[in-house]
């Protein structure tokens, strides 16, 4: 039986965590989140895609704006496409579904025509952030949507390497591009994924005010609950978490082609004044 306190030391990869006295079956549930990188072919039905889209709707909205749209991919051959454009992914072709969640001002410069308003605001880049925040709530609310009926999924930020490419494939119109993908299928049960440790407390919460210096020692003990995980994984990571991280930061080679992500929003109508 899982108990809280053993998902509570998967989470921080330490067996001494303290364990909160409050808890919930919800908070159960998203504490035992994992990606899955390797799904069995069974398809993800209508039904679960509507309930995983009512379940995205639900996140909140900037001013009820609603900037963001979903594109459900099924069709093997597209999918594959979009694998190519997202790194060649073997997850992407082996989910039954890939969601392709959009930044979308499309719609709402239409809105703003049909009623004679005009649309200035939307060529600014805080128009740009309410359609990538509003997305990537609901997204996240669909991931925890389709674990709770036993899905598993995994984001694909590789869909932001080609974004011109992406967007022809998806039709998309001026306005709308993709801020990210998700895998989403039943997990292989051959191949279970593992709960990922994150970094105590101590390095993301701050009290009152921000400090740099307080995070140092948690970042020591993440990079060694990583180590561990690493090992216990067989993944052949060289050097430690920071070492790691460090490198995904150290150039533009880093960023898979997302250097030039300015200037294909540009591309997409995105003035981002
Ligand atoms: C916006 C975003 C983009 C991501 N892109 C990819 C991706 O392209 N490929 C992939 O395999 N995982 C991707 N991931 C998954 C992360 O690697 C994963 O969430 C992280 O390592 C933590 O592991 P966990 O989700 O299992 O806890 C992405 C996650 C996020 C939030």
């Avoid at 001002?105 to 025509?113: D, G, I, K, P, W």
């Avoid at 993944?235 to 082609?257: C, E, I, Q």
Wanted: proline content about 6%; aromatic content about 6%; charged content about 20%.
């Amino acid at each position: 039986m899982t108990t809280r306190a053993s998902l509570y030391q998967a989470r921080y990869g330490s067996p001494d965590v303290a364990v909160p006295a409050a808890g919930s079956t919800l908070i159960d549930h998203l504490l035992a989140h994992r990606s899955v990188r390797a799904y069995l072919p069974d398809p993800v039905n209508d039904h679960q895609l509507a309930a995983i889209v009512a379940a995205a709707q639900s996140a909140a909205s900037s001013s009820n704006l609603h900037a963001w749209s979903v594109v459900a991919v099924r069709d093997p051959a597209r999918k594959s496409r979009l694998a190519v454009l997202a790194g060649d992914q073997p997850h992407i072709r082996q989910a039954p579904l890939l969601l392709v969640w959009l930044a979308d001002l499309a719609r709402l410069e239409q809105v703003a025509q049909k009623v004679g308003e005009e649309h200035v605001a939307l060529d600014y880049l805080e128009m740009f952030e309410v359609g990538v925040i509003d997305a990537a709530l609901a997204a996240q609310n669909a991931v925890s949507a389709a674990e709770s009926l036993g899905l598993g999924t995994v984001y694909i930020g590789a869909m932001r390497n080609r974004p011109e490419e992406v967007a022809a494939e998806l039709q998309l119109p001026p306005r709308v591009v993709a801020m990210f993908g998700l895998c989403v299928g039943t997990p292989d049960p051959d191949q279970p994924a593992a709960v990922k440790p994150r970094p105590p407390q101590s390095v993301v919460l701050h009290n009152e005010t921000y400090s740099l210096p307080a995070q140092a020692a948690g970042l020591e003990s993440y990079d060694t609950a990583m180590s561990a995980f690493y090992a216990s994984q067989g993944m052949k990571v060289r050097g430690t978490w920071s070492n790691h991280s460090a490198k995904r930061v150290r150039d533009t080679a880093a960023l898979s082609g997302r250097d030039r992500l300015v200037e294909a929003l540009h591309q997409r109508g995105f003035e981002l004044k």
